[in-house]
């Protein structure tokens, strides 16, 4: 008896110990994901991308989020107004230093949404179609995406929610780390998904905060700089399901080492066939790309 319950107790830890480095059977083996969208053709971070991304075969769509001074969960990349892609009403052409006048953490979400992020088109993508377009809030854009997946009967998008944040604008582009994840996971929990998200982030501190709130939620780290593997657990203090390294910066070291610590390995963001086939060959688990047609066919 003495030894069937040590058996036991052995189990629950060693079950532990892996809990978080599996992604749910549900998730598919290569992850598909569409930036912001289709960013390369719809403008980025709306709702219209979203569906777009989705018809050209994307699984998981990637949003970033900001809180805004009314307490809401704001879909949006940049801090503040993006003036290469943006229309203010009742504005000219703003300087570099105007548009930071127009700061989503201190401004209401009523008037936020007044921002045309869509007519002006992008610079950086010649194939996107402008179209007037807003800037949703989490909740609406999920509500959006469920509808229309049901409509067309296809199954369910999962949801990569980037938090953007740095540590240097603490309380002036965004909250601290535990108020932040409290209000996505309070939007999150509302629309009834499921294990369909995951969180990630470049600010470790985000992705702590869940681990250690929400620890049964799936998180992915974002990096950018030349470190190893092992290095980016130390530093982060668990490990993630998801490592999300800039694409340049993937190896077949990498790819061994998320092996060995059970992570999928999902580089950022992959906008050529060349990319890709080179990505594909060294064994990555998923693709972050603006142009989701790219993967239509692996």
């Known amino acids: 008896m003495k030894y069937l319950f040590l058996i036991i107790i052995a189990a629950f830890f060693s079950c532990r110990s892996t809990k978080y480095t599996m992604l749910p059977a549900a998730y598919p083996a290569f ?151 409290k209000k996505v996971m309070d939007v999150v929990h509302s629309k009834n998904l499921g294990k369909r998200f995951y969180l990630q982030s470049f600010d470790k501190r985000q992705i702590q905060e869940v681990h250690k709130s929400y620890p049964d939620v799936i998180t992915a780290y974002l990096v950018a700089r030349k470190l190893s593997v092992d290095a980016y657990l130390a530093e982060l203090g668990y490990t993630p399901e998801i490592l999300s390294p800039y694409y340049k910066e993937v190896s077949a070291q990498t790819v061994a080492d998320c092996k ?14 060349e990319e890709v086939d080179s990505l594909l060959a060294l064994g990555v688990n998923g693709i972050i790309t603006d142009f989701p047609d790219l993967l239509l066919k692996k």
């Not at 992570?263 to 906008?271: A, K, Q, S």
């Open 31 to 181: 992850l598909k994901e569409g930036h912001r969208g289709a960013r390369g053709l719809v403008p980025e971070n709306t709702i219209a991308s979203m569906k777009r991304a989705l018809d050209l075969g994307a699984d998981v769509v990637e949003v970033d989020v900001y809180i805004t001074k009314d307490g809401e969960v704001l879909i949006a990349h940049d801090p503040y107004v993006n003036r290469a892609i943006s229309t203010v009403p009742g504005t000219a052409e703003l300087s570099a230093e105007d548009a930071k006048k127009y700061t989503w953490h201190q401004m209401e979400y009523a008037d936020i949404k007044k921002i045309d992020v869509g007519s002006k088109g992008n610079a950086a993508f010649p194939r996107q179609t402008p179209q007037a377009a807003y800037m949703p809030l989490l909740g609406e854009l999920i509500d959006s995406v469920e509808a229309y997946t049901r409509q067309l009967s296809r199954t369910p998008a999962i949801y990569n929610i980037e938090i953007k944040s740095d540590p240097k604008f603490d309380g002036v582009y965004q909250p601290d780390a535990a108020v932040i994840v």
């Open 260 to 273: 060995k610590h059970k992570m999928r390995l999902v580089p950022w963001t992959v906008n050529t066939a």
